[in-house]
């Protein structure tokens, strides 16, 4: 199998994900899932521009066409979403074939409505709902901005939102 990390952040890619992500998990590129970057041609250059790997940008819709090449690749590949829905989506209603069973959350800046879990890690209640789903399919949840900081699992954090 292809997928050896898995990653929901609100950037998507940056120095943090492209350097301290890729020094713990050798991978030979990233695939980032998110409708509004694929479609937007300078986001789309920004983003495949904060990588020094191959760097594909896909819409929900495209990635679905490739999931099973990016399953099966003799390559390793980061998979990122932006948000926890559409990760969702792809691990638990594709049931998409990957190598780990940890998902790494980064960045969910905070926003009206939101609950903090981690530095940096603010999310509301529907996002708890497709965390909730991630998990209950076998998925631990890392909220953790990079390697050597603070983690926070939602095995642990899950009852603030399940009461």
């Not at 986001?43 to 099966?72: G, M, P, V």
């Not at 998979?79 to 940890?102: C, H, R, S, W, Y």
Request: charged residues 30%.
């Amino acid at each position: 199998m292809a997928i050896s990390f898995i990653r929901i952040d609100d950037r998507i890619i940056h120095g943090q994900v492209v350097t301290r992500w890729a020094m713990e998990n050798p991978c030979d590129g990233i695939i980032a899932v998110d409708d509004k970057a694929a479609k937007e041609p300078v986001l789309k250059s920004a983003l495949k521009a904060a990588s020094t790997r191959k760097t594909f940008i896909y819409s929900y819709d495209e990635f679905l066409t490739k999931i099973d090449q990016a399953s099966n690749s003799e390559k390793r590949y980061f998979l990122i979403t932006k948000n926890p829905a559409t990760m969702a989506k792809i691990l638990v209603d594709n049931n998409m074939k990957v190598e780990t069973k940890v998902v790494n959350v980064g960045p969910q800046s905070a926003r009206e409505g939101t609950i903090n879990i981690n530095k940096n890690a603010d999310i509301t209640l529907e996002e708890a709902e497709a965390f909730e789903k991630i998990f209950q399919h076998g998925y631990e949840i890392d909220f953790r901005l990079v390697p050597d900081s603070k983690s926070v699992l939602w095995s642990e954090t899950r009852k603030k939102f399940n009461k």
